[in-house]
């Protein structure tokens, strides 16, 4: 791309982030400093993602991955998408804020390059895998769409009629995996993903929630701390589910959101599955419940381990589970075990000191600001031309 199209992709991908976060809003927790370690995850990622993207591109092309990650329960898909450009945008938005005089004029050259490099490889990734060719889900109409309809058939024949009693059922073992997985990330929803909405019979709408990554005691720790007494009956999981009189929007956090939110009654079928080496195979919708006990039990595990860590624990280990999110690329190139996931040296020097005092930092101010100047100077900077 030339500089313009860089540039011009930096000013939508700052609306995304601007439209996500009024969505969300900030993350509050009482047992990490979420946005501290989310500040640091981005100055972390903005010395070493190139380093580790750089490798991975060197092995494979964006397109040839997007090709390949256009699959049942991959580890790339619409949120791992989106980490390419956030983190990494993120902290240079603070680089610049802060040690720069607010001017990205003052980022050096090799930064400069670095993030267009990122972007660039990205926008191939991104525009390969959406089968809107859009490179964000936002301007794919807030639709999460890349599988073919190989993949929707595959899915559509293994479908098993619901009641409204089974749904709710299975509702509640599907929300404690949720938690689970969103503990183990350091309450983040990394391991989560959802996909859709694909169009099916009698005007119903088809949606996937998938989980990836999960303890199940076989596949090698996702993060050190992730091993359980109750492994998980399988290291991934997907739900399918089709619906009718439902509207269905997603984020580029590859968040969906059903309207109306009590949907129960609108669920006409679903479907489990998981990966059982190399092969997705069904599974039969009471195995849900084995899932919700071992996910439970784990949660509860994983909370204990984490309140008897001290704060400069959990900070270190929230931005490690961000900066973690590019293993699986590397995972895609089988280079992961080369690459250390730990945090630079400067980051441990100058950045965890200041937010162990601090919940945040004030280059993130830049966020809030009204439309009227983002839309003049946007969150994330524009490189010079």
């Known amino acids: 791309m030339d500089i313009h199209s860089?540039?011009?992709?930096?000013?939508?991908?700052?609306?995304?982030?601007?439209?996500?976060?009024?969505?969300?809003?900030?993350l509050e927790s009482q047992l990490f400093p979420v946005n501290a370690y989310i500040s640091l995850a981005c100055y972390n990622t903005y010395e070493a993602q190139y380093d580790i993207m750089r490798q991975v591109w060197n092995r494979i092309s964006p397109e040839v991955l997007a090709q390949q990650s256009k699959v049942l329960l991959s580890e790339v898909q619409g949120l791992a998408i989106m980490y390419q450009w956030l983190y990494y945008?993120?902290?240079?938005?603070?680089?610049?804020?802060?040690?720069?005089?607010?001017?990205?004029a003052k980022e050096s050259e090799t930064k400069q390059q670095e993030w267009r490099y990122l972007l660039e490889k990205w926008y191939q990734l991104s525009t390969n895998y959406f089968n809107t060719k859009q490179a964000t889900i936002e301007a794919s109409g807030n639709r999460n769409l890349a599988f073919d309809e190989k993949v929707l058939t595959w899915l559509k024949d293994r479908l098993e009629p619901v009641n409204?009693?089974?749904?709710?059922?299975?509702?509640?073992?599907i929300g404690t995996v949720d938690l689970y997985a969103f503990m183990d990330e350091c309450e983040a929803r990394a391991k989560i993903i959802e996909h859709g909405p694909y169009p099916h019979d009698d005007n119903q709408i088809l949606v996937i929630t998938e989980y990836t990554n999960l303890y199940d005691g076989k596949e090698k720790l996702w993060l050190p701390w992730s091993e359980t007494e109750t492994p998980l009956p399988s290291a991934s999981l997907g739900i399918a589910m089709t619906l009718s009189d439902v509207t269905a929007k997603f984020s580029d956090t590859g968040t969906m959101t059903l309207t109306p939110a009590e949907y129960g009654d609108y669920v006409h079928q679903m479907?489990?599955?998981?990966?059982?080496?190399?092969?997705?195979?069904?599974?039969?919708?009471?195995e849900?419940?084995?899932?919700?006990?071992?996910?439970?039990?784990?949660?509860?595990?994983?909370?204990?381990?984490?309140?008897?860590?001290?704060?400069q624990q959990r900070l270190i280990a929230g931005a490690k589970a961000y900066m973690r999110g590019f293993a699986r690329y590397t995972n895609q190139v089988g280079i992961t075990d080369q690459i250390d996931?730990?945090?630079?040296?400067?980051?441990?020097?100058?950045?965890?000191?200041?937010?162990?005092?601090?919940?945040?930092?004030?280059?993130?101010?830049?966020?809030?600001?009204?439309?009227?100047e983002r839309a003049q100077d946007p969150t994330f900077y524009k490189l010079p031309e």
């Open 6 to 26: 860089v540039n011009h992709q930096i000013a939508h991908l700052s609306d995304v982030f601007t439209n996500i976060l009024l969505d969300r809003g900030l």
């Open 89 to 104: 945008g993120l902290g240079r938005m603070g680089v610049i804020f802060n040690q720069c005089d607010n001017d990205p």
């Open 164 to 173: 409204p009693a089974q749904v709710a059922d299975h509702r509640k073992s």
């Open 271 to 286: 479907l489990a599955y998981s990966k059982r080496g190399n092969k997705i195979t069904s599974l039969g919708l009471d």
């Open 288 to 311: 849900l419940a084995s899932y919700a006990e071992a996910a439970d039990a784990s949660q509860q595990e994983l909370f204990m381990r984490f309140a008897e860590w001290d704060k």
């Open 341 to 372: 996931w730990g945090l630079t040296p400067h980051a441990m020097k100058e950045y965890v000191p200041y937010f162990m005092t601090h919940d945040g930092d004030n280059a993130f101010a830049r966020m809030f600001r009204p439309p009227e």
